[in-house]
Nanobody
Framework: QVQLVESGGGLAQAGGSLRLSCAASGSIFSINVMGWYRQAPGKQRELVATIASGGSTNYADAVKGRFTISRDNAKNTVYLQMNSLKPEDTAVYYC????????????WGQGTQVTVSS
């Protein structure tokens, strides 16, 4: 079984920074995509950023230039460095892991709250 454990959420002021981490454990295929999604109250879950095991990245327009996703393949860990935070970044942030090994496998973390005050 695969587990994703997130850490690093919390409270920040507008213009501040936070760093999220997500460590994956279990039976994970080495070729995979890890990423971060977020869900604000009353809104649907949305993509924030993803990074493939080969290093290619994808960002939502809303966070481009402010957030940076990175990973340590040896540790099966993904990071999200969030700079220049805005109140609209307030949401629960979820770690995601996707890989195909015959079937498609998708896993989610439990979520970590990020609150940005104005």
């Amino acid at each position: 079984q695969v587990q994703l454990v997130e850490s690093g959420g919390g409270l920040a002021q507008a213009g501040g920074s936070l760093r999220l981490s997500c460590a994956a454990s279990g039976s994970i295929f080495s070729i995979n995509v890890m990423g971060w999604y977020r869900q604000a109250p009353g809104k649907q879950r949305e993509l924030v950023a993803t990074i493939a095991s080969g290093g290619s990245t994808n960002y939502a327009d809303a966070v481009k230039g402010r957030f940076t996703i990175s990973r340590d393949n040896a540790k099966n860990t993904v990071y999200l460095q969030m700079n220049s935070l805005k109140p609209e970044d307030t949401a629960v942030y979820y770690c995601n892991l996707n890989f195909r090994y015959g079937a498609q496998y998708t896993y989610w973390g439990q979520g970590t709250q990020v609150t940005v005050s104005s």
